[in-house]
C-alpha cells in the first residue's frame, strides 16, 4: 500500500471515529462501533492504530489542527477586533453545535495523552489569540488602554470553559449556545470604549436580525 493511499486510510479512520465521538461521546464508542461506523474490519483499524488511544489522540490532533485554522482564517478576515470576536462566536456556535459535550470529560479522565493536545491548544493558541484581539482592539480604540491584558485575557479562557460546567450550566437547564454568546456580550462591553460599545450594539442588532 502507497504512501499515499495508507494517508487517506489513517484520515478516514480518524475523521470516522470524530463523528462518533461527536455523537455519543468517547467512552461509549469502541473499536467495533468505528470499524462497523466505517464498513471496515476492526483488523484495518488495528493495521494503521495499535489501540483506542492511539484513534482518540490522532482524532483529537487532526479536529485541533481544523479549529486553529478555522480560528486564523475567522481573525485574518476581520475588519476589527470586535469583528473577529463575533467571527469566532459564530466558530464556537458549529462547535458546540457539533462536538458531544461529554467528549471533554471522557478525554481529561481516559486519554492523558489526549487532553495533552487540548491544554496545548488552551495555552499556546487560543491564550495568545485572545491577547493578540485585546491589544488590536486597544489600538483600534474599542478596548479601553487600561486593561491588564494578561489578566483579561485569562478571564476569557476561563469563561469559555465555565459554560461547559454541568453543574453550573446544566444542559437541560441552560443553552449551551446562549450561555458562550451571552458570556461573550458581557466580556466585550467590560473592555469596551464608548466607541466599542456602539460597535458592538451594531453587531448585536446584525446578528439578532439575522
Known sequence: ??????????????????????????KSVSMDDI????S????????????KDKVVHGACKGFLHEV???????????????????????????IVTRVHPSIFHD??????DSWQLWVNHKYDFML???????LRGVAEGLYR????????????LGMIEMAYDNKLFPPHEFNLQKVQLDMLEHYMLGMATLKGHKMINEYKHIVEEE
Not at 11 to 26: D, P, T
Not at 35 to 38: E, G, K, P, S, T
Open 145 to 156: 488602554g487600561d486593561l491588564d491584558v494578561e489578566i483579561m485575557a485569562r478571564m476569557r
Open 1 to 26: 500500500m502507497g504512501t499515499e493511499e495508507s494517508t487517506e486510510t489513517k484520515s478516514k479512520i480518524l475523521q470516522g471515529a470524530f463523528e462518533l465521538f461527536c455523537q455519543r461521546g468517547v
Open 40 to 51: 471496515m474490519s476492526k483488523k484495518t483499524i488495528y493495521k494503521w492504530f495499535d489501540n
Open 68 to 94: 486553529e485554522q478555522d480560528c486564523e482564517c475567522s481573525m485574518t478576515g476581520a475588519n476589527n477586533a470586535i469583528e473577529e470576536l463575533w467571527r469566532l462566536m459564530e466558530m464556537t456556535k458549529r
Open 128 to 134: 495568545d489569540k485572545i491577547k493578540l484581539n485585546i
Open 35 to 38: 470499524a462497523q461506523h466505517l
Open 107 to 112: 478525554v481529561q479522565k481516559y486519554h492523558g
